[in-house]
């Protein structure tokens, strides 16, 4: 039998607000276990909740990027479990009525575009976490994230394969960081996916039983889980089974996955409005507020780099997938005067290249776009060729000054006399005069070995052009 895989993801984006959705606790990362947590986010009798406007500024620019309905009334809920990291013993979230309805994003896959329905985005509070690492038989628990805004955003079943899963996970890490709501940091746990998995008879229109696998922290493990999970419900339908509606857990050093606990509905969490928190209320104007301080996203911005700088979609889809690449892009084409598509060659190459050598980000390149500007501007007036340049751009990202100072250390300017250059070749043409009769007798593949002689000699401080020029004179036609 054919089968085919229905998919649908949870996103949990930490808001990039300087303090928690419902006190005044800091949201800084790092800090030592259980210091940024106030008596509002552990719960001690008799505090209030105050909610952060800042949140739903950032809910409603991301409501507005994707095209969806930002409901002018929502509603803040209980959402009611008990785990030893969650103090109240209730998480506060929206159910019912969420502050984001109805969007959807745009991927390509295949070279085709695909359009992924999200259902809603809402906000809601995140719980602590359990330590299990540095206690022997004993878990601890630090409720400094307890309490720190997240946007929870649920996509329609709209995938059908893990390739198309990534793509569109990409494409929101991809925009909440144009927005600046979120930092994407997978790593740290502010940018989490929740993937839910199910397969079907090919043709099918029923959606067979799903399996929620929880916090998966890569793209790479993304598509790694959901490839397995696909197989795994395969196998068990196959064989006559039935797949168990559960939450599984991704092993990356096993690349499987294993059953958590049985899935939980809606109503087992036993919803029902917060009765300390007030309906959250959104008027046109500060929709329109917000709306102004849209910066262009990504699409716009890929679709201006291949018409403005005449880049191929291939080099704008690299230097746009950040804004901070595309701003170290566009400032070095701004300050060099170069050509955009040789900025882009040595931005998606010996940048991109060095940073990821040293696992670094765009951000703290030890080049700046105004030191590889400096760059580029000696190799378009000759003073020194593309080939140096690349030993320039080292000495640079080691520290060793701007290009003018590591050209003047090293003695790298480049050979434009043409008197010079033609008295190097008399003397490579006089050491090699078996190669020199083989070329005139018609073994014109030579001028390239002659060519490389020269700027061995010179150090590879000849101007290769009239190197060229000088040889085609000097071996005649």
Same mark, same amino acid.
């Not at 991704?250 to 939980?264: G, H, L, P």
């Not at 917060?274 to 500060?286: N, R, S």
């Not at 102004?292 to 291949?306: C, G, M, N, S, V």
């Not at 520290?399 to 790298?412: H, N, R, T």
């Given at each position: 039998m054919e089968w085919e895989a229905v998919i649908g993801l949870e996103v949990h984006a930490q808001l990039l607000t300087k303090s928690k959705a419902f006190s005044g606790a800091t949201t800084k990362y790092g800090a030592v276990p259980n210091t940024q947590a106030c008596a509002v986010d552990i719960a001690l009798p008799g505090v209030l909740p105050v909610f952060n406007r800042e949140a739903a500024r950032m809910a409603v620019k991301f409501g507005l990027a994707i095209g969806a309905t930002i409901n002018h009334h929502s509603v803040f809920a209980r959402k009611n479990y008990f785990y030893p990291d969650l103090p109240k013993g209730y998480q506060i979230s929206q159910y019912e009525l969420p502050i984001v309805t109805k969007g959807h994003i745009d991927i390509e896959i295949d070279n085709s575009r695909k359009t992924i329905g999200v259902t809603r985005a809402h906000l809601e509070e995140d719980a602590g976490k359990s330590l299990h690492e540095d206690f022997h038989g004993m878990s601890g628990i630090d409720l400094n994230r307890a309490g720190t805004p997240l946007l929870e955003i649920v996509s329609e079943p709209d995938m059908r394969s893990a390739k198309e899963a990534v793509a569109y996970l990409k494409k929101l890490h991809e925009l909440v960081r144009y927005l600046e709501i979120c930092d994407g940091n997978m790593q740290e746990g502010s940018f989490r996916c929740d993937a839910n998995v199910s397969v079907r008879p090919r043709g099918e229109q029923k959606l067979g039983t799903r399996t929620e696998i929880k916090n998966v922290n890569s793209f790479r493990f993304v598509e790694k889980a959901i490839d397995y999970e696909i197989e795994r419900q395969i196998d068990v339908l196959e064989s006559g089974g039935t797949v168990v509606q559960e939450t599984r857990l991704?092993?990356? #050093?096993?690349?499987?996955?294993?059953?958590?606990?049985?899935?939980?509905e809606a109503n087992d969490y036993r919803y029902f409005p917060?009765? #300390? &928190?007030?309906? $959250?209320?959104?008027?046109?104007? /500060?929709i329109r507020e917000t709306e102004?301080? &849209?910066?262009?996203? *990504? #699409?716009?911005?890929?679709?201006? =780099?291949?018409k403005d700088y005449g880049l191929s979609a291939y080099d704008a889809g690299v230097l746009t997938a950040s804004p901070e690449m595309a701003r170290y892009y566009e400032e070095t084409v701004r300050e060099s005067k170069a050509d955009p598509k040789i900025v882009a060659n040595w931005v998606t190459g010996e940048v991109s290249a060095y940073l990821n050598r040293e696992n670094k980000e765009i951000t703290d390149s030890p080049v700046t776009p105004a030191l590889l500007a400096g760059l580029l501007r000696r190799v378009a007036d000759s003073t020194i060729s593309g080939k140096i340049a690349k030993e320039v751009f080292e000495a640079m990202w080691n520290?060793?000054?701007?290009?003018?100072?590591?050209?003047?250390?090293?003695? $790298?300017k480049q050979i434009t006399d043409s008197g010079?250059?033609?008295?190097?070749?008399?003397?490579v043409l006089a050491k090699n005069p078996k190669q020199l009769e083989q070329y005139r007798n018609g073994q014109?593949? &030579? =001028?390239?070995? /002659?060519?490389?002689?020269?700027?061995?000699?010179?150090?590879?401080?000849?101007?290769?052009?009239?190197?060229?020029? $000088?040889?085609?004179?000097?071996?005649? *036609?």
């Open positions: 991704y092993d990356s #050093d096993k690349n499987v996955t294993r059953s958590m606990r049985s899935k939980e917060d009765p #300390d &928190l007030p309906p $959250l209320v959104i008027d046109d104007a /500060f102004k301080t &849209l910066p262009e996203l *990504p #699409d716009a911005k890929r679709a201006r =780099f291949i520290g060793q000054g701007d290009a003018d100072a590591v050209i003047e250390k090293k003695g $790298l010079a250059i033609e008295k190097v070749i008399d003397e014109e593949k &030579l =001028f390239g070995y /002659f060519v490389g002689q020269v700027m061995k000699a010179t150090g590879g401080k000849a101007n290769p052009a009239q190197v060229n020029a $000088l040889l085609k004179k000097k071996l005649g *036609p």
